[in-house]
């Protein structure tokens, strides 16, 4: 089969874990850049618009031609078809896998909604920087939680990279940035420093996502 996929992303976004994922699995791989993260971007909805009703990224075209979005099932699914990146269904450590994924889904990253554009909830500007705050807090209060109940070790799960260390790894770099972070979870600190330092990865995060002087520290 030709593993061509399409991968509709933009520079520091979430797809930037997907285009990880797949250059670890060396595949071949197509970016359609879609900056979606502004408010006033329209050029960067309208392109992904055609693979994602709901105007964000990363959507991914699988090489059949089959349309992905949301990017923990995009990510579960290259562990599936990829093997090696995640465990199998009879992997003891499948349960927490999952957990994992969903929770950075659904209690962290679904929370930059509303970060990103507190006017989509809360209409007087005033009120706006307070909603921001809270969430930034309850980011934070959700990756402590993390920490504690995962028990990190070389990698989240053990001594083996996943997707789910992909996955944190580019989620922690958003804000409050990682100063906060390693405050709040330290052991997952340890972890996405090693994703971070990974030699396969280091064209990747030089072109997608950046190590500035002190960008950890924001």
């Given at each position: 089969m030709d593993s061509h996929y399409i991968?509709?992303?933009d520079a520091g976004s979430g797809g930037v874990a997907v285009e990880a994922a797949l250059t670890l699995m060396g595949q071949r791989y197509e970016v359609v850049e879609a900056p979606t993260s502004e408010p006033d971007d329209v050029a960067g909805g309208d392109r992904v618009?055609?693979?994602?009703?709901?105007?964000?990224?990363?959507?991914?075209?699988?090489?059949?031609?089959e349309v992905m979005?949301?990017?923990?099932?995009?990510l579960l699914r290259l562990g599936e078809l990829h093997p090696g990146f995640a465990p199998g269904p009879d992997d003891p450590r499948r349960p927490a896998f999952l957990r994992w994924m969903a929770y950075v889904?659904?209690?962290?990253?679904?929370?930059?909604?509303?970060?990103?554009?507190?006017?989509?909830?809360?209409?007087?500007?005033?009120?706006?920087?307070?909603l921001v705050a809270r969430t930034l807090a309850r980011i934070s209060e959700c990756w402590g939680i993390m920490e504690r109940e995962a028990a990190p070790r070389r990698y989240i799960l053990?001594?083996?990279l996943t997707v789910l260390d992909l996955y944190v790894t580019v989620v922690s770099r958003f804000q409050p940035r990682r100063r906060r972070f390693y405050e709040v979870a330290p052991r997952l600190g340890e972890v996405v420093r090693r994703v971070d330092a990974d030699?396969?990865?280091?064209?990747?995060?030089?072109?997608?996502?950046?190590?500035?002087?002190?960008?950890?520290?924001?």
């Open positions: 991968l509709y992303s618009l055609a693979a994602n009703p709901l105007r964000q990224v990363p959507a991914l075209v699988l090489p059949g031609g979005t949301e990017s923990a099932a995009i889904s659904a209690a962290i990253y679904s929370l930059y909604w509303v970060k990103d554009d507190p006017s989509r909830l809360v209409p007087d500007p005033a009120a706006q920087p307070a053990g001594d083996e030699p396969r990865l280091a064209a990747l995060w030089a072109e997608r996502y950046p190590f500035e002087p002190g960008w950890d520290r924001l």
